[in-house]
């Protein structure tokens, strides 16, 4: 192409039709900054909210250092009027911008520049069984209508789907999700809703309503979360749409205020996040703003409850911008595995499996040439705990090259990736929906909420899992379903949060940070340096949910054969559950 390697096909079709001066939205992605894959590695050894922390500031840190050259280009261009610059996308070294055919090509021939893609939203659907004749209505009854007979095997105060994976069994050893942050990626939630009202997250460092960004976190009045599809600090779900997020919600957190327990982690915080109207979805880069305004904002798992037909292209941008999001940070992303053609049968092997359910899990079949990723995939069981016809079918593939990496052939057509990961509850649930009443409503887009609430009971019980641990300890403890074996109907099978969750210690500690103290017997600039002493200053915390008492940390060997450890011992006594201490 005369417009170079470095932009996408679908950008260079639209500028082979604008005038010189017509703008163009397009977001730029930057190459690896310089220490990225050390830093990276270094992430992986991390577990829980220090890893979270570090990953956040470690990619604005080397985002921003990286940026500057491009950033002042951009500038000039702007100063001539051929650019304006967008958004900072930190969490995948990229950002958006408006910029002429000229301004395009200055900013591509940049060495620091590794690919420009037009900023535009994918084509994508919620999972929900759609009528193909109109893709947003959605299969529902209120619950006042006749339910199908089985649904009987609920009781008035837990929903089917509460017993059938043994959720009020876990809820019973003292685990509800307290504590866990879980983000709804979708298109808002009615955060009135009697049954979602007290278990919303809210911004502790906001005040809502008054016009400021009270914790300069950029956004301002984010209380709930934020719309990143009207771009304004009210994530409240459409009421003339499908309410798709509010019913989403329930299905995480629903407490049964108004007499159906829903949700599978009721005592979890639910984060709205809006990036969609029912309809239509933000742009891509709104998109990569709401994925890294949950991580930066304290998630601890995420739902995405949308996807993709899984297209080269499609495929590419989801996994590179999930694995350097979620993935840096150990934040675990669970995605609806798909409905299929979303019309009553399936596509075509391997292109059921709907993008970004279809990325490769961080434990079994996880990717062996990259770090594990965050993605679990669940596919949709009904009430006689059989795989919905709807749910999508597996297995997926992997092997092309890549615009942002150096190439995805971990699964070719010869050893194909198993999808889903897991299943569960999605046809005929029964959750909450905009307005403050129930419905019983059908999808994967469903069983992956509910997912995710298990999700959260685990990390209320130990909040330094990983998503590797998480996805191994939903696997393992998972009720097969339908043939012997995994398969690529329901992965391992149906998931049971009881069994889950005895898989997990409840005692966690985690060491937050670390520092070197030598402003007592050196020069106090926080290294050791020749001939000095000083002391390594470690700040621990009690991860756990039960107090733990006479803790010690001992310091057994350095790797560098010219540091000798003087006294390796430290004593932090009692710690309360959520204590951090630091030895003195």
Request: proline residues 6%; negative net charge; aromatic residues 10%.
């Amino acid at each position: 192409s005369a417009w170079g390697a470095k932009l996408s096909s679908r950008l260079t079709e639209k500028l082979e039709n604008i005038s010189p001066n017509q703008r163009v939205d397009i977001i730029v992605w930057l190459t690896q900054p310089d220490g990225w894959a050390q830093r990276r590695a270094e992430l992986e050894q991390m577990t829980g909210e220090a890893r979270r922390r570090y990953a956040v500031q470690s990619m604005k840190d080397f985002y921003y250092r990286h940026i500057t050259s491009v950033r002042d280009l951009v500038s000039r261009l702007a100063q001539d009027g051929k650019a304006t610059f967008g958004k900072d996308l930190w969490g995948a070294f990229s950002f958006s911008a408006q910029a002429t055919k000229d301004a395009i090509m200055q900013i591509s021939n940049h060495p620091d520049v590794k690919f420009i893609m037009l900023d535009e939203p994918f084509p994508h659907r919620f999972m929900l069984p759609y009528d193909p004749g109109d893709p947003f209505s959605k299969i529902e009854w209120k619950i006042n209508n006749p339910a199908p007979a089985d649904i009987t095997k609920a009781t008035m105060s837990n929903a089917w789907q509460i017993t059938h994976t043994y959720v009020n069994n876990a809820w019973s050893t003292g685990y509800n999700g307290d504590g866990v942050i879980v983000a709804i990626i979708d298109t808002g939630v009615d955060y009135t809703h009697g049954d979602l009202s007290g278990v919303m997250w809210h911004n502790p460092g906001e005040t809502p309503g008054n016009g400021v960004d009270d914790d300069g976190n950029g956004y301002v009045d984010d209380y709930y979360g934020y719309d990143f599809y009207d771009h304004d600090s009210d994530p409240m779900d459409n009421p003339s749409d499908i309410h798709h997020g509010t019913m989403c919600a329930g299905m995480v957190a629903g407490d049964g205020t108004g007499g159906w327990n829903t949700g599978a982690a009721p005592g979890a915080r639910i984060m709205a996040i809006r990036t969609g109207d029912g309809t239509n979805f933000c742009s891509s880069s709104d998109e990569i703003d709401a994925f890294q305004y949950a991580v930066d904002n304290g998630a601890n798992v995420a739902s995405m409850s949308y996807g993709s037909y899984p297209s080269d292209g499609v495929k590419d941008y989801y996994r590179y911008v999930i694995d350097a999001i979620f993935g840096a940070a150990g934040i675990p992303l669970i995605v609806a595995a798909g409905n299929g053609n979303s019309s009553g049968g399936h596509y075509s092997i391997p292109y059921d499996i709907s993008t970004p359910a279809d990325i490769p899990p961080p434990w079994y079949n996880a990717s062996v040439s990259d770090p594990a990723g965050p993605v679990i995939a669940v596919g949709a069981t009904t009430t006689s705990d059989a795989v919905a016809s709807f749910s999508s079918i597996g297995p997926t593939e992997w092997d092309f090259n890549s615009s942002y990496t150096s190439g995805w052939h971990d699964y070719p057509a010869s050893s194909r990736l198993m999808k889903p990961d897991v299943a569960a509850p999605g046809d005929n649930i029964v959750t909450t929906v905009y307005g403050g009443s129930y419905v019983y409503e059908s999808g994967t887009s469903f069983a992956c909420p509910f997912t995710a609430g298990v999700v959260a009971l685990l990390l209320s019980k130990n909040g330094e899992l990983t998503p590797r641990q998480i996805d191994s300890v939903l696997e393992v403890s998972a009720t097969d379903i339908g043939s012997t074996g995994r398969d690529n109907y329901s992965g391992a099978g149906l998931i049971n949060a009881d069994s889950a969750l005895s898989l997990v210690s409840g005692k966690a500690l985690a060491i937050d940070s670390t520092r070197f103290d030598d402003s007592a017997t050196g020069d106090n600039d926080a290294n050791l340096d020749p001939g000095e002493t000083g002391n390594v200053v470690i700040y621990l915390r009690n991860a756990g949910s039960t107090s733990m008492s006479g803790v010690n940390v001992n310091m057994t060997s350095v790797t560098n054969p010219n540091v000798t450890i003087v006294d390796g011992s430290s004593s932090y006594g009692t710690m309360a559950p959520g204590e951090t201490k630091v030895n003195t």
